[in-house]
C-alpha cells in the first residue's frame, strides 16, 4: 500500500502558501492595497459632474459605460494633504455591497499576489491615516502596504446615502 508521504503528496500541500491578490496604488509616497476581488477596473481621469451638498470627499459623478458612478477622493476621505489631478492620476472602480464607486488615487502600482502570512495587523499609532481605515499591513518586497478596510471607509449612512448615487 503506497502513503502520501511516499509519492509526496502531502509534502507537496505543506509548501503551498495561501495567497491573496491585491491592487496596489499610491497616496503620495506611501503604498495602499484593496482586494482584487472587489476591483471592477482601472480607469484614467476624465470630465466629472460636481455634485451640490455632496460630502467633501465626493468630488462628483462620472457615467463610464452607461453606469453612473461616484467618485471618493481617497486623499479626501483619509485626511491626506490635497493634490492636483496630473496624468498619473486614476480612478479604481471597486464594487461594494452592489454599488459601483470610484476611488480616485494618485498612481496605481499593479496586482500584487502576496502570501498572507506576510499580513499582520496594523501598529497603533503610527500611521498617516486614521487606523479605522486600515485592515491590516502587509510586508512585501522590502517595503510595507497599508491594506485598506472597504467596510469602514464610510460609515452605513454615508454609504446609503452616496450609494443612491448610481442607482
Do not use: C, W
Not at 500541500?13 to 503620495?28: D, M, N, P
Not at 500584487?112 to 499580513?119: D, E, F, G, M, Y
Amino acid at each position: 500500500m503506497i502513503t502520501k508521504t511516499q509519492t509526496g503528496l502531502s509534502a507537496k500541500a505543506e509548501k503551498r502558501t495561501e495567497t491573496v491578490q491585491l491592487v496596489s496604488f499610491l497616496l503620495g509616497e506611501e503604498e495602499y492595497a484593496i482586494p482584487i476581488t472587489n476591483v471592477q477596473g482601472i480607469n484614467k481621469m476624465s470630465e466629472i459632474t460636481k455634485l451640490p451638498n455632496a460630502f467633501e470627499y465626493v468630488e462628483g459623478i462620472i457615467n463610464l459605460r452607461g453606469n453612473i458612478i461616484p467618485l471618493i477622493n481617497l486623499r479626501k476621505r483619509l485626511s491626506l494633504p490635497p493634490k492636483e489631478f496630473d496624468k498619473t492620476t486614476r480612478f479604481i472602480v471597486i464594487e461594494y455591497e452592489n454599488h459601483l464607486f470610484g476611488f480616485i488615487v494618485d498612481f496605481v502600482n499593479r496586482v500584487l499576489t502576496i502570501p498572507k502570512s506576510t499580513i499582520e495587523p496594523p501598529p497603533p499609532s503610527s500611521l498617516k491615516i486614521d487606523s479605522k481605515y486600515v485592515t491590516a499591513i502587509a510586508k512585501y518586497e522590502n517595503r510595507l502596504i497599508i491594506l485598506l478596510d472597504l467596510t469602514k471607509v464610510f460609515t452605513k449612512e454615508e454609504f446609503n446615502q452616496i450609494s443612491t448615487l448610481n442607482g
